[in-house]
C-alpha cells in the first residue's frame, strides 16, 4: 500500500498499542517494589543446592529445559548463518593479502591483551555458579578475544589458529555435552536434567552440583558458535574484496 | 526510584531513538555500541551483574560488529 | 507420588535425542554419505514418533506430568518448569513427528545436493514443535516458540539460489519475531503481578481475581505471538510470501502443523490461565470475528492465485480461521471439531503441498496458467490431485469433512447460524482453487487462459528446487499416499473421532489440568461426545460444499465463455479484491504497521466490551 | 514517577517497530528489530528490580537472604541477549543474500512479492 495508508495504518497501530501497554503498566506493582513470589522460592532452592549465584542457578538448575531450549536456538542460529552464507561454486574465499599492516602499538597491545582476555574469559565460564557471568558470557568473551590475533596480526594468522570445521563441531559437542547431562540425570535421579551431583561447599569453586558443568558445556557451545559466526562474516567480507580487488 | 537510575533511562530512550532514526547503516552501527554501553549502565543500576556482562559482550562488541561486516559486504556488492 | 514413573520421562528424552542426533549429524555430517545421513535423521524421527505413540497411551490414564529437573511441588508450589502431556498435546506431537518424518522420506530423492545441515534443522524444527506443545510453562512455550521461529527462517531461505526465498524468509522472520516480542511482554506483565510463569501456578494465582485490565492485555499480548505464528488477518501477510518460496517439504511442515500449532497456544493458555477469569462471551466474539475474518480473505486470496504454493498458503490461512472459528466456541464439540479438521487438514494439504513439488520438479513452474495441459501425461498424480481437492472442500468420509461437520454443529448450536455458512463458502472457495489448478494442469481443462494481469505473481520464475526428474519416485509418492489414506483413516474411523472428543474436554478442564499438575490430584480423562460423529445434516453440508467447489471450479475454467452480463455483476466486487490484494505488497513496512494495528484492534475486541 | 521504566520499555518497543516500519534497509530494519527486543529486557529488569536490594549473588561476605533483586527474570534475560545476537546474525546473513539476489536491500523495490 502508498507510504501514505502505511502511516496512517502505522500511526492508528502505534497510538493505539501505546495506551494499551500504558494501561498495563498502571496497574502493574510500582518499579522497585517488593512483590517478588518467584524470588522468594528461587534464592532457598539456590542456596540448598549450594549456588551462591542464585542467576546461575535459576538458570542451570531450576529453568535448565529453558537454557536447553536457548541452546538449542543459538545452534540452529549460527547453523542457519552457516547455510545462507555458504559460498557458492563461483565464489571461493581467498584473503587479500598485503592490507594494512597494524600500528606497533595496536601489535603490542593486541599481543599482550590476547593471553589475559582469553584468561577472563576461561574465569568467567569456571566461575558462574559463584560470581556473575557464566557459560553465555564467557563464551561470547572467548570468541571475540580470539579475534585480538586479526586485529594484533594478520588474517591469515588468524585463519591458522581457527580451523573452522574443529569449531563447528566443538558447538555440536557442546550442546551434546549440555543434553548428555540431562540423560544423566535421568540415568541417577530418574529425573531430566536434574542436579545430581554432591552441591560441595556453599561459595566455593567445587559446588553446585552439576551447574559448573553445564556452564562449561554452554562455553564450548557459545565460543565455538561466536567464532564460526563471525568467520562466517569475515569471509563473505573479504568475499567481496577479492571480486572487487579492491583494498581491505 | 533514584534519580541516577531515571536519568539512565532517559539516555537509554534518547540513544535508542538515535539508532532507529539514524538513516546511514554505518553511523547506526556505532550509535548502536553506545546504545549497549548505556544499556549496560542501566544494568548495573538495576544491580543485575550477570545481565550486563552479558550485554557489554554481545550487545556492544558482536552485534554492532557484524552490521558493519554486513553493511561492507553489501557496499562492496553494490 | 504421581510425578515419577517411567512415563514421566518421555517427553524430555523425545527432546534431548532430536537434538543429540541433530549435534551428531552436524559434527559428523561432512564425513557421512548422504545416505547415511538421511537414514540417521529418519530413524531419530522414527523413534521419536514411537514415542508419542507410547506417551499418547499413557496419557489414556490421564495428563503424564513432568517436572524437569527433580523440582516437584511441595505445598503445591515449585520453582521448576513443568512438561504436561494431556491427550490432546500429545496428539499434536504425534502429529508433527509423523508429518516431519513425511517431509524427511520426500527429501530423500527430492533434493539433490543438500548437505547435513538440512535434515539438522529439520530434526531442531520437530523438537522445537514437540517442546512447544507440551509445554507447561508460559516462558517456556515463548523459547521452543522462538526456536521453531529461527529453524524456521533458515529452512523458508534454505534455497539461496531462488530469488524470492530470502525475502520471504526475512520478512516472516521480522514479523514472527516483533509478534514474539509481544508476547514476552505479556508474559512479563503477567509475572510483575503474580511472580509466576508455569502454567498450573498461574491458573491457580488467578482463580477468583476480578477481570481487570491488566488481565485482559496480559491475554492479548501473550496471545500476539501465537496469533503471528497461526497466521490470523491482520497478522497473517508473512505466511504467503515464506511458504510460496520455503522448500516444498518444509511447506508440509508450516501449514500442516505449525500453524495450528498457534491456534493450540491460545487455546492452552486461556483454557489453564485465564479461564476462570475472563469472561467467555468476551474472548468468544473476538476469537469467532477472528476466525471469520481470516477465513473470508483466506478463501478469497487462494481463489484468486495462480501461483500454486501460495494458492494452497492462503488456502491454509483460510482454514486457519475455520480452526480459531471452530476453536472460538470455548466448548467441547467446537474444540473437537477444530482438533479433527486440523487433523484431517494437515493430511490433505500436506498431500496437496508435495504434490506441488512433484509438479515443480517435473514441469519446472507451478504457474497454473503457463502448465496448462502440461500434466496429461501422468497417470497417477492427476486423480489424487482431484481427490485431495475434494476433500478439502470436505467430502465425507475424510477427515476434512467430519471436523467440518463436527465444527458447523458445535457453532449453530451455540446459537451462531452464521456459522455453517461461512464453513461451507469457505471451504468451498479452497476446494474449488484447487480442483481449477488440477484440472488445468493435467487434463487440460477449459480454455488456454492468456496472460492477461502481468502485475501478479506468477509461479513462472521459481527455480526448479532440484534437476528435472523424468518420473515421480516411489519415496516421494509414498507420502502423498499415505498423508490422503490417514486423513481418510481420520474421517473413517469412528473410534479416532470420539478419542478427539475425550481429549478436547480433558484439554478445556483448567482446573482439572491445575489440580493434577501441582497437587498430584488423580484425574480420569472425561467420556467422549456424542456429537463427535457423522450426522445428516453433517453429511448434507458437505456434500453440498463439494458440489459448491465442483460448480466454482468449473465457473473459473470456462469464465472466458461467460455471458458479459455475468461479468459486469463482479464489476464493485473487483475494485474491493485489487485493493485486497494491493495489501498484500510483500513490503515489511505494511506489515508491521498491520501488526500494531492488529494488536490495539484485538485488544479492543476483547476488553472494550468488558468495560 | 513509579511507571516511568516500564513506560521507556515499552517505548523502546514501538520505537523499533516505527524505526523498521519506515526504514529504506533492510540491515537498519534489523537493527531497529534488535531496539525492539532491548525493550522487552528493560521491562523484565524493571519488573525484577527492589529498591536499595542488592545483586542475587552471595559472596564470602553476604550471607544469603531473600532480600536481592529478583534472579529470575535476569536468567530469563541473559541467554536472551546472547541467543538473539545469533538471531540478529542470521538476518543479517539473510539481508547479504537479499542484497546478492536482488541487487537492493530497500523493502520499497523489494515488493516483488505482489498479490
Redesign the interface.
Known amino acids: ?1 502508498s507510504r501514505a495508508v ?1 502511516w496512517w ?2 500511526g ?6 501505546g ?3 500504558l ?3 498502571l ?3 510500582s518499579f522497585g517494589s517488593s ?5 522468594d ?2 534464592v532457598p ?1 539456590a542456596v540448598a543446592h549450594g549456588t551462591a549465584n542464585v542467576v546461575g542457578s ?1 538458570t542451570f ?6 537454557t ?3 541452546e ?2 543459538f ?3 549460527v ?2 548463518v ?3 552464507l ?1 559460498p ?1 561454486d563461483e565464489e571461493e574465499p581467498r584473503p587479500e593479502e598485503g592490507s594494512l599492516a597494524p600500528l606497533q602499538s595496536t601489535r603490542l597491545f593486541g599481543y599482550l591483551l590476547l593471553p589475559l582476555s582469553l584468561i577472563t574469559g576461561l574465569d568467567i565460564v569456571a566461575h558462574g555458579h559463584v560470581t556473575p557471568g557464566g557459560g553465555f558470557q564467557g563464551g561470547i568473551m572467548l570468541a571475540t578475544a580470539l579475534h585480538l590475533v586479526y586485529v594484533a596480526g594478520r588474517y591469515r594468522s588468524l585463519e591458522q589458529l581457527r580451523p573452522m ?1 574443529l569449531f ?2 566443538g ?3 557442546g ?2 555435552a549440555f ?2 547431562l ?2 544423566a ?2 540415568a541417577v ?7 545430581f551431583l554432591p552441591y560441595g561447599t556453599f561459595g566455593q569453586i567445587l559446588s553446585a552440583g552439576t551447574v559448573p558443568l553445564l556452564n562449561i558445556a554452554v562455553g564450548v557451545a557459545v565460543g565455538s558458535g561466536g567464532i564460526v559466526l563471525l568467520g562466517q562474516f569475515f569471509t563473505q567480507v573479504f568475499l567481496a574484496d577479492r571480486e572487487k580487488g579492491s583494498g581491505s | 526510584m533514584s534519580v541516577l537510575i531515571a536519568v539512565v533511562l532517559t539516555l537509554v530512550l534518547v540513544c535508542g531513538a538515535l539508532v532507529v532514526f539514524t538513516g546511514n547503516v554505518q553511523r547506526q552501527a556505532v550509535t548502536l555500541s553506545l546504545y549497549g554501553l548505556l544499556m549496560t549502565l542501566l544494568f548495573v543500576l538495576l544491580s543485575a551483574p550477570d545481565v550486563a556482562l552479558s550485554q557489554v559482550v554481545a550487545g556492544t562488541a558482536v552485534v554492532p560488529l557484524m552490521v558493519l561486516l554486513t553493511y561492507r559486504k553489501i557496499r562492496g556488492l553494490r | 507420588m504421581p510425578w ?1 514413573g517411567t512415563a ?2 518421555f517427553a ?2 523425545a ?2 535425542v532430536l ?2 542426533v ?3 549429524l ?3 555430517g ?1 564425513l557421512l554419505p548422504r545416505w547415511a545421513v538421511d537414514a540417521v535423521a529418519t530413524v531419530a524421527v522414527v523413534g521419536v514418533v514411537a514415542l508419542d505413540v507410547v506417551l499418547l497411551r499413557a496419557t489414556r490414564a490421564g495428563r503424564v506430568v ?6 516437584t511441588p511441595s505445598r503445591g ?1 515449585s ?3 513443568s ?1 504436561v502431556a494431556d491427550r490432546l498435546g500429545a496428539g499434536l506431537a504425534l502429529l508433527a513427528g509423523v508429518l516431519v518424518l513425511a517431509a524427511l522420506v520426500y527429501s530423500w530423492r527430492y533434493f539433490e545436493d543438500v548437505g547435513a ?2 535434515q ?2 529439520i530434526l ?1 524444527f520437530l ?2 514443535m514437540t ?1 512447544f506443545v507440551l509445554s507447561g ?1 508460559v ?2 512455550m515463548f ?2 516458540f ?2 521453531m521461529g ?2 524456521a ?2 529452512l523458508t ?2 534455497l ?2 531462488d ?2 526465498a ?6 516472516f ?2 514479523i514472527n ?2 509478534g514474539a ?2 508476547t ?2 505479556g508474559i ?2 503477567l ?7 508455569g502454567l498450573p501456578q498461574l491458573g491457580e494465582a488467578l482463580a477468583g481475581q476480578p477481570p ?3 488481565l485482559v ?2 491475554f ?2 501473550v496471545c500476539v505471538g501465537f496469533l503471528v505464528k497461526a497466521a490470523v488477518v491482520p497478522f497473517h501477510f508473512w505466511t ?2 515464506a511458504e ?1 518460496v520455503a522448500p516444498t517439504p518444509v511447506c508440509l511442515l508450516f501449514s500442516g502443523v505449525m500453524v495450528a500449532l498457534g491456534v493450540y497456544g491460545v487455546d492452552r493458555v486461556y483454557s489453564t490461565v485465564f479461564g476462570e477469569v475472563l469472561p467467555h462471551d468476551a474472548v468468544r466474539r473476538a476469537l469467532l470475528v477472528l476466525g471469520a475474518l481470516t477465513a473470508l480473505v483466506g478463501a478469497l486470496m487462494c481463489f ?2 495462480r501461483h500454486l504454493k ?1 494458492l494452497l498458503a492462503y488456502s491454509t490461512i483460510a482454514h486457519v480461521g475455520l480452526f480459531l472459528a471452530a476453536a472460538g466456541t470455548l466448548d467441547g464439540p467446537g474444540t473437537t471439531g477444530a482438533a479433527v479438521y486440523v487433523l484431517g487438514h494437515a493430511g490433505i494439504k500436506g498431500a496437496l503441498f508435495l504434490i506441488a513439488g512433484t509438479v515443480l520438479s517435473r514441469y519446472g513452474s507451478v504457474d497454473e496458467v503457463s502448465l496448462h495441459g502440461r500434466g496429461r501425461d501422468a497417470r497417477v498424480m492427476p486423480w489424487l490431485a482431484v481427490v485431495a481437492g475434494l476433500a478439502l472442500a470436505g467430502l465425507p468420509p475424510f477427515g476434512t469433512g467430519l471436523g467440518k461437520a463436527i465444527s458447523e454443529e458445535a457453532l449453530s448450536a451455540s446459537g451462531f447460524r452464521w456459522g455453517p455458512v461461512l464453513f461451507v463458502l469457505v471451504s468451498a472457495l479452497t476446494g474449488a482453487a484447487v480442483l481449477r489448478a488440477a484440472c488445468r494442469i493435467y487434463f487440460g481443462l477449459g480454455p488456454k487462459p492468456q496472460d492477461d494481469d502481468q ?3 506468477s509461479g513462472d520464475e521459481q527455480d526448479r528446487e532440484t534437476p528435472a526428474l523424468p518420473r515421480v519416485r516411489a519415496t516421494m509418492l509414498l507420502p502423498i499416499a499415505a498423508l490422503l489414506i490417514g486423513a481418510l483413516a481420520i474421517g473413517a474411523v469412528p473410534a479416532v473421532a470420539r478419542g478427539v472428543s475425550s481429549a478436547a474436554r480433558e484439554f478445556l478442564d483448567g482446573q482439572g489440568y491445575v489440580q493434577q499438575a501441582l497437587h498430584g490430584a488423580a484425574a480420569e480423562p472425561p467420556a467422549p461426545l456424542t456429537e463427535a460423529a457423522w450426522t445428516a445434516t453433517g453429511v448434507a453440508l458437505d456434500v453440498l460444499s463439494v458440489l459448491l467447489a465442483a460448480g466454482l471450479a468449473a465457473l473459473a475454467l470456462w469464465k472466458a465463455q461467460l455471458p458479459d452480463r455475468l461479468r459486469t455483476v463482479t464489476r464493485p466486487m473487483r475494485s474491493a479484491v485489487a485493493a485486497l ?10 506489515y ?10 484485538f ?2 475486541l476483547v476488553g472494550v466490551p468488558m468495560i | 514517577m513509579s511507571v516511568y521504566a516500564y513506560v521507556v ?2 517505548a523502546l ?2 520505537l ?2 516505527i524505526g ?4 529504506r534497509d ?1 540491515v537498519h ?2 537493527v531497529c ?1 534488535s531496539i ?2 532491548s ?2 529486557y528493560v ?2 529488569l524493571a ?1 525484577g528490580y527492589q529498591d536499595g536490594a542488592p545483586a542475587p549473588v552471595f559472596g564470602s561476605t553476604s550471607a544469603p537472604t531473600t532480600r536481592v533483586v529478583d534472579p ?2 535476569q536468567a ?1 534475560t541473559l541467554t536472551d541477549i546472547v ?1 538473539s545476537a545469533t ?1 540478529t546474525a ?2 543479517l546473513a ?2 547479504i ?2 542484497q ?3 541487487g537492493t536491500v530497500d ?2 523495490e ?6
Open positions: 500500500m502505511r495504518v502505522l492508528a497501530g502505534t497510538a493505539g498499542v495506551l494499551v501497554l494501561l498495563a503498566f496497574q502493574m506493582p512483590h517478588h513470589p518467584y524470588r522460592a528461587a532452592a535459576v538448575d531450576q529453568r535448565g529445559i529453558d536447553l531450549g536457548e538449542a536456538i545452534f540452529g542460529s547453523l542457519a552457516l547455510v545462507l555458504r557458492e570445521p563447528e563441531s558447538e555440536a559437542a550442546v551434546a543434553t548428555a540431562g540423560f540425570g535421568i535421579t530418574g529425573s531430566f536434567l536434574a542436579n | 515419577e514421566s520421562s524430555p528424552v527432546i534431548g537434538l543429540l541433530a549435534c551428531l552436524a559434527a559428523l561432512k513432568t517436572w524437569v529437573g527433580a523440582w508450589s520453582v521448576g518448569i512438561l545441515h538440512y539438522v534443522l531442531l523438537a522445537g517442546g510453562d516462558f517456556d523459547v521452543f522462538e526456536l529461527a529453524v527462517y533458515a531461505g534454505f539461496v539460489e530469488d524470492t530470502v525475502q520471504g524468509a526475512l520478512n522472520a521480522i519475531s516483533l516480542y509481544f514476552l511482554t512479563g506483565i509475572y510483575a503481578r503474580y511472580g509466576a510463569l481487570d485490565a491488566l492485555i496480559a492479548c499480548l504467503a510470501d510460496a484468486l492465485q501460495r502485475d501478479e505473481a490484494r494491493r495489501a498484500h505488497s510483500g513490503h515489511v513496512g505494511d508491521v504497521a498491520w501488526l500494531l494495528l492488529g494488536i490495539a484492534a485488544t479492543a | 520499555a515499552g518497543l514501538l523499533g517497530a523498521i516500519a519506515r526504514s533492510l530494519a534489523v528489530l525492539s527486543q525493550g522487552t521491562l523484565l519488573i529470575v527474570v530469563l541467543v538471531v542470521l538476518l539473510l539481508s543474500q537479499i546478492k539476489r536482488h523493502p520499497d523489494l515488493s516483488a512479492l505482489e498479490g
